[in-house]
């Protein structure tokens, strides 16, 4: 067997059998060890063997809760498959349009089954119209328990993780069982976990890589302690994760900007000093998007009273196409910020340092050095390797790269003659550690600068009344001489026109001030009605697309 399966196997028959996974909290919590977890997955594996999964097969898996999702996808790798998460169904959702988005994920990855768990059981006609193979994963329990486990070797793939992009032109990084056990062998060694003593708590999508590879492919392959809640109990009520932490005394946990900003502002509202204790936290990863240094102050800032220590936010850098983690910083370190010279940055892509207070300034997060199995380096747009604070485009090397993607053409190689990924990032390199500037895609160039849509979303949410997390920058007429910029925004006042024409004036003065370029044009929307992709992430390009014949001039 690969020696991630073997690992897994081996974390169950020893730790496994004293930690495990919590779920149903806030409602019913239940506790199952990891070993208990491989008993159910054994018999999982053994119900799809005998429906005729063979090694390689790929499976699909149409689920929300982690106590069905978690034994369903071991029981996958332990019958020799490949998982995909598919993208889950929001109850805006088109019905019809998702099933053909699925069905279309389904015969890229060359699919014929679906494991399919509660709440989506009840979208078992919509598949039955459209000719989706399933089974429900309760009905899966009964199977009789996998005697040996299927054989795959270490370059079989055991993930197939759906990239962010659009559902209607998909595509899947090929994870592997090497990349895998790789990765995690890496993250276990930076992040220095310890089974004995770590606890972990995530509310992360399963059908994210963070949430599926970070925080319960890992703990269940290490056999560490994990509370696992969905999304919607998070969003329910975001006080809820601090309610797990405090009761859990959790020591590890992750989330993206948003949702540190989202907490920071309901512990602000809390009356107590005693209501929680977050003093056992030692890692708050901070990853999937450039980190906003605003949304950690407000995470940092406002726990401080609850026991929160700075010194546990852990901004790291990572891709499904690195597996997950590609850089991890020092432990217990906190936010550290490199203060660049902006003229710099954006005429002459160098990383120029200066003091914080100078008055065309830069800040970026600094995210650690590669981990042990990559190399990273900096690339011009001509191919030239680039020096320490060069800006360019992150490439990476390692163990832990997937070897390619599957697309709806067939597959489609990631890595060149020597090894090395393109990750469409821009960044540098400060003694060796990883800063990362924006998206290649993304950035705005006017007049030969080089502006970072990230800076002109912060001054934009820097204005009161627009939504945190909720201001997108929106390229225009790309790559000509006509090149500029729009700001669409997010703001519960969008219904009120007086209100929306203040906001779109102080918002072009603020993105002024901050980047010395004025938006050709400012939108502000209802909240809920930007797009995302399926983890929560703004999609730039989409805003533009559907939102180019009313953009509006932000003095209008």
Not at 450 to 460: F, K, L, S, V
Request: one cysteine or more; proline letters at 6%.
């Amino acid at each position: 067997m690969s020696r991630f399966v073997e690992t897994l196997v081996a974390t169950a028959n020893t730790g496994g059998k004293l930690r495990g996974v919590t779920t149903g909290e806030p409602r019913e919590a239940t506790r199952t060890t990891w070993a208990e977890v491989h008993e159910q997955a054994r018999a999982m594996a053994g119900a799809l063997v005998s429906r005729g999964m063979a090694p390689h097969d790929a499976v699909a898996v149409l689920a929300a809760e982690p106590s069905s999702i978690g034994p369903a996808v071991q029981a996958v790798w332990l019958a020799g498959g490949s998982v995909t998460m598919l993208h889950q169904p929001t109850p805006r959702s088109d019905l019809a349009v998702w099933a053909e988005d699925t069905v279309r994920v389904l015969n890229m990855i060359g699919s014929k089954l679906v494991l399919l768990g509660a709440p989506f059981d009840q979208l078992a006609p919509v598949l039955d119209e459209h000719g989706i193979g399933y089974v429900l994963v309760t009905d899966l329990a009964a199977g009789t328990p996998l005697d040996a486990v299927v054989e795959v070797d270490e370059s079989a793939p055991a993930l197939l993780q759906l990239t962010s992009g659009s559902t209607a032109d998909p595509k899947a990084v090929r994870i592997t069982h090497g990349n895998l056990l790789t990765n995690i062998t890496d993250m276990a060694t930076c992040a220095e976990l310890d089974p004995s003593s770590d606890i972990m708590v995530s509310w992360l999508p399963m059908f994210h890589d963070m949430g599926m590879v970070g925080f319960y492919t890992t703990p269940m392959t290490m056999g560490i302690e994990l509370v696992k809640v969905t999304p919607v109990d998070f969003l329910t009520g975001p006080l809820l994760w601090a309610e797990l932490i405090s009761k859990y005394r959790a020591t590890i946990t992750a989330a993206p900007n948003f949702a540190y900003a989202l907490l920071g502002r309901r512990m602000s509202g809390v009356d107590s000093d005693d209501q929680y204790d977050l003093s056992s936290m030692r890692l708050a990863l901070n990853g999937a998007e450039p980190i906003d240094e605003k949304a950690v102050k407000s995470f940092t800032d406002n726990g401080a009273r609850f026991g929160l220590r700075a010194e546990c936010v852990f901004p790291a850098y990572g891709m499904a196409e690195g597996t997950l983690a590609i850089s991890f910083p020092p432990v217990f370190t906190g936010l550290r910020l490199d203060y660049i010279d902006a003229d710099a940055l954006e005429s002459g892509q160098r990383a120029v340092p200066v003091s914080a207070d100078t008055p065309s300034v830069r800040s970026f997060a600094l995210l650690g050095k590669p981990l042990p199995s990559f190399e990273a380096r900096i690339v011009s747009s001509s191919g030239d390797v680039r020096g320490e604070r060069e800006v360019g485009e992150i490439q990476i090397r390692g163990a832990a790269v997937t070897p390619g993607y599957l697309t709806v053409d067939g597959p489609l190689a990631t890595q060149d003659a020597d090894g090395w990924l393109a990750t469409g990032d821009l960044g540098y390199t400060v003694d060796g550690e990883i800063v990362i500037c924006g998206r290649a895609k993304d950035v705005i160039i006017l007049a030969g600068r080089n502006i970072y849509p990230t800076d002109i979303e912060r001054a934009a949410t820097a204005v009161e009344g627009v939504r945190a997390g909720n201001a997108v920058a929106v390229r225009l007429d790309a790559g000509t001489r006509r090149e500029r910029f729009a700001v669409v925004v997010e703001s519960r006042l969008s219904a009120d026109p007086t209100a929306v024409r203040t906001l779109r004036k102080e918002i072009g003065a603020r993105v002024f001030e901050a980047v010395n370029a004025r938006p050709s044009a400012v939108e502000v929307l209802a909240p809920g009605t930007l797009p995302k992709t399926p983890s929560g992430k703004l999609r730039r390009a989409a805003a533009g697309a559907q939102l180019s014949d009313r953009l509006t001039p932000p003095d209008a």
